[in-house]
């Protein structure tokens, strides 16, 4: 998938995932693609309720080998 | 003779279409309402030691990522959060059962095992706290989660409001110099109203 900006959350727990990409997400425009991949497992059910919460839309989330990866549309 | 009974139809026919109407109308106005509307919350943080620091600042940053308003006021041992070096909090597991007490390094085996040492001798180790807290600080930054300073200051970033209470401020003999920039001096006055209007308020 295309993205316009890419978030290392490797090795970050709750909440700093979350919290990194809505800062990401406040240097993009609008319709922009972010690509996260993280290692918390919490951050599966997070990103989709953050998604929920703030409009942005939540593209895919996947897991591949104990990585969590999502792409967020901005809102 | 006949324009009675019409003007009872036509009645009857308009309520009969408001009632279809309404409820789906105000379900519609409503939901716009919830959404155009920005939530709030307000948090008491009472308490000083490193563990105790975590909740408020977590669910403060997450809160204002989210897009909602936060408000914490900082009262008692809580005002131990806003000084500029918090670098000295610390945590206790003297008389507190819940904390494991695991090794942050090692092999594996090592790092399980649990720690039960008695009160009696945790109380008289000199030092004992400042080496629990030491241990406690690489269990942190093992497990990638983010330091107090770091989450604070992406709190106030995010501009959640930082109100200290400024009666323990002179209870404990603190200087305003001591605490970080961008907090407001205020009471229980101020801060019940922002509380009354919050859809969230929690005490720590």
């Not at chain 2, 594996?108 to 030491?134: M, R």
Request: charged fraction near 25%; hydrophobic fraction near 45%.
């Amino acid at each position: 998938m295309n993205f316009d900006k890419y978030l290392d959350a490797r090795g970050l727990n709750c909440p700093l995932p979350i919290l990194r990409a809505k800062k990401a997400l406040n240097d993009m425009t609008s319709g922009q693609v972010l690509h996260i991949i993280s290692t918390d497992p919490g951050s599966v059910k997070d990103f989709a309720a953050f998604a929920k919460q703030t409009g942005n839309e939540l593209l895919s989330s996947s897991e591949n080998n104990k990585e969590f990866e999502f792409y967020l549309k901005r809102k | 003779m006949g324009a009675t009974p019409e003007v009872a139809n036509i009645e009857e026919l308009i309520q009969r279409r408001l009632d279809e109407i309404l409820p789906q109308r105000i379900e519609q106005a409503l939901l716009a309402r919830e959404e155009s509307r920005t939530p709030s919350m307000t948090i008491i943080a009472t308490k000083g030691t490193l563990d105790w620091a975590y909740p408020p600042f977590i669910l403060a940053s997450t809160a204002a990522a989210l897009g909602w308003d936060v408000k914490i006021f900082f009262t008692f041992y809580g005002l131990n959060l806003l000084k500029k070096d918090i670098s000295d909090l610390k945590v206790s597991p003297l008389g507190n059962p819940g904390m494991p007490m695991k090794m942050p390094f090692g092999p594996d085996w090592f790092k399980s095992l649990n720690w039960n040492i008695p009160n009696l001798i945790q109380a008289g180790i000199p030092g004992f706290e400042s080496v629990a807290t030491l241990l406690m600080k690489q269990t942190i930054k093992n497990n990638g989660v983010a330091s107090i300073e770091e989450l604070r200051s992406l709190s106030q970033e995010a501009d959640v409001k930082f109100i200290a209470c400024q009666m323990t401020v002179e209870l404990f003999g603190f200087k305003h110099d001591d605490f970080i920039d961008r907090l407001d001096f205020a009471g229980a006055a101020t801060f019940l109203p922002e509380a009354q209007k919050a859809d969230v308020s929690l005490f720590i």
